[in-house]
């Protein structure tokens, strides 16, 4: 094994991370503290316009990670909650722009969090035939759709691009490619109007966006933000600041789904046609649920697993050329969508009164499951429908 | 050339009858892997290829679990050599796969590990270390481990010494 030559080459993610200045993880890791990041930490030619226009804001946070690989602008100052950034200005009109995965989306809130605009541009379509999010196939798309969709916020809010007072955007995690698109379009934006830079964690973004729901902060507050990349439960101990309590150790829950719907011969996306196949599910059918005791972290490749395995005795998988028995497919799907949901309600409630949380928060797009027959405990939808995923907001009790 | 890596070719099957074997397994090959090497899995949906990652993971000194990857393509771990873990499920073509940009991973400063390889497996190097796993039943995997990179060969010592106490203790 000895001499052998090591490539010197830097990776890309470091590469990345360097040429944009910004953490564009791909996945993310236990422990970590998630902050929001300020225009200084997206280390851009806006950032720099952003502080010196507005002394105030000159502080500003730094994306902290466990490892020491993190993309760290120089100049980086003290901290302040990213809402200040909110609250510290008048007559103010914020937009946001996300493009971290296969939804172009632009909004516009005013300095009291209400929401005057929310536009989607939605590429599910697109990525259907392909099972899954093509990363090359979305950015694409982004560069498409971005400016349309920025122009349809402006129009429905009655904004002009001279009323705008500060670009956030999500710069991660999420995919690289796609990030670039929203980030830069930011960038540009906020250079050109010489405002602020705000740079979001895509899943800071996912727990704050309850916010828009109307109700004020509450913390320590348990959040659950469970999608196809993601399946984790956040502590939110004071505002801005995250701690990963839990997290998926194979499989995260909207992968299990989509996978799974595969085995069953459905179609993707696979949440919503497990759920619709589940209401036919007549015959009780057994699988396990990994509790993990002890962790707060979540398992669901062996459900996966028990899933084939059980389709393979019931004749649904590999397809038979006749189709899969509908009886059998409806069962497992009932049986599947009730494991998941079981497990995640159970240990978002756990670890919710174990932190003594007074509020828990619903995210991501698996976050729309119901259990059968059963719904999430108390749950009340956001009235955001227009939002890329919906959350339901609950208390702990 | 062609002959040359034939010659020098090595295989090994080994049997896993727990999850705990197959990260056994992939802590062995993890802890023989140097930056630059690949390692290419395939097998069926549930078959444990992320499994016999994780192992790997841990095998290069990281307590991280690894996750699938399907979704995101790529995840990234920090071990004693950064691990790329890849995953070509979603992909269908040779022309998909080349189109992600994988040479900066498979030609980087780190291990790479990639699921699904099979999807394209004319696409990578042939300096590689490849994995099949076979579902023989519900807690039964065969694992065939193969590689015409002689600078690998030290891990076929490796597991064999792990196929002997498999078959010992069986």
Known sequence: MEGRAIPTSTSPLLRFRESYGYVAGFRTRSNLVYRLTSAAALNSPAGALAKTRDPQQETSQIPRTRGSRTALAPGTSPEIPSNQLVSQKTKEKNTGIETSCDETAAGLVDQDGRLLANVVASQSELHARFGGVVPEVASRQHLLSIQGVLRRALDESGTEWEDIDAVAVTNGPGLAGALIVGVNVAKGLAASLGVPLVGVNHLAGHVYAAWIAGHGPVTPRMCLIVSGGHTELVLMDEEGRFRMIGETRDDAAGEAFDKVARVLGLRYPGGPEIQRAARDGGRTESLPRAWLRGTHDFSFSGLKTAVIRRARQDGIYPPPPEGPPWENVAALAREFQNSVVDVLVKKTVDASARYGCGEVVLAGGVAATRRSGKPWPAPRTCPLPCLPWRCAQTTAP | ?170
């Not at chain 2, 892997?33 to 499994?51: E, H, R």
């Not at chain 2, 990578?124 to 990179?149: A, G, K, M, Q, Y």
Request: hydrophobic fraction near 35%.
């Open chain 2, 1 to 170: 050339m062609k002959d040359n890596f034939r010659i020098h070719s090595m295989q090994i099957t080994l049997e896993s009858h727990a999850t705990s074997t197959t990260h056994e397994i992939g802590r062995t090959i993890g802890s023989k892997v140097v930056p630059g090497d690949i390692v290419l899995l395939s097998g069926s949906l549930g078959a444990g290829k992320t499994t016999l990652t994780q192992g790997i993971v841990w095998g290069l000194g990281s307590a991280e679990y690894a996750r699938s990857p399907t979704f995101v393509l790529v995840n990234e771990y920090d071990a004693r050599v950064p691990v790329y873990h890849m995953d070509l499920y979603r992909l269908d073509s040779f022309e998909e796969v080349d189109g992600l940009g994988l040479d900066d991973y498979l030609y980087g400063d780190g291990v790479c590990v990639i699921e699904w390889a099979d999807k394209a497996s004319s696409y990578f190097p042939e300096r590689h270390l490849s994995v099949f796993i076979r579902t023989v039943s519900d807690e039964i995997r065969e694992l065939t481990i193969e590689s015409c990179n002689t600078e690998l060969h030290s891990i076929f010592d490796a597991l064999g010494r792990i196929g002997a106490s498999i078959t010992g203790s069986a």
